[in-house]
């Protein structure tokens, strides 16, 4: 993507830029235009937002890497990298899926509060079972 590599995640001030800023259609969601620093807006499958990162010199504008969008919805590092019969997925289709997934944190917060109203335990090793089998895959 851009020639930069998919694990260039800066831990320096880095600002997300509104895909309605960098000309994207009004009607694709979302409305927010702007610049958030150290926040990503809502990840969607139409809106491709930019990322300003510094360099040793200067700063680059950029779009959110499929590993980048990975971590911003709690998934674990590679983990739409290739689907069910290995077949490698191109980073636009990666973060598409991303896009159109739920944030993890959030689903398992909500699950909780579901398990406590109900009087249930919540299993939280049943959620890292799912990744770790997808992982082995």
């Known amino acids: 993507m851009g020639g930069m590599s998919e694990d260039t995640v800066s831990d320096n001030e880095v600002y997300c830029i509104s895909a309605k800023c ?6 694709y969601g979302g409305r927010s235009i702007g610049i958030k620093k150290g926040i ?16 040793p010199v200067g700063h680059c504008v950029r779009r959110f890497t499929p590993l980048e969008c990975e971590r911003l919805q709690g998934f674990p590092d590679r983990w739409t ?11 636009d289709r990666r973060c598409r899926m991303l896009g159109n ?37």
Not at 22 to 27: F, M, V
């Open 40 to 55: 990503s807006y809502t990840l969607t499958t139409r809106s491709r937002h930019a990322v300003l990162a510094p360099l």
């Open 22 to 27: 960098i000309g994207h259609r009004e009607d």
């Open 101 to 137: 997934s739920i944030a993890i944190p959030c689903a398992a917060y909500i699950m909780q509060g579901i398990c406590d109203a109900l009087g249930h335990e919540w299993k939280e090793e049943k959620l890292h079972s799912v990744t770790e089998s997808k992982k082995a895959a």
């Open 81 to 91: 990298e290739s689907g069910h019969d290995g077949q490698r997925f191109s980073d």
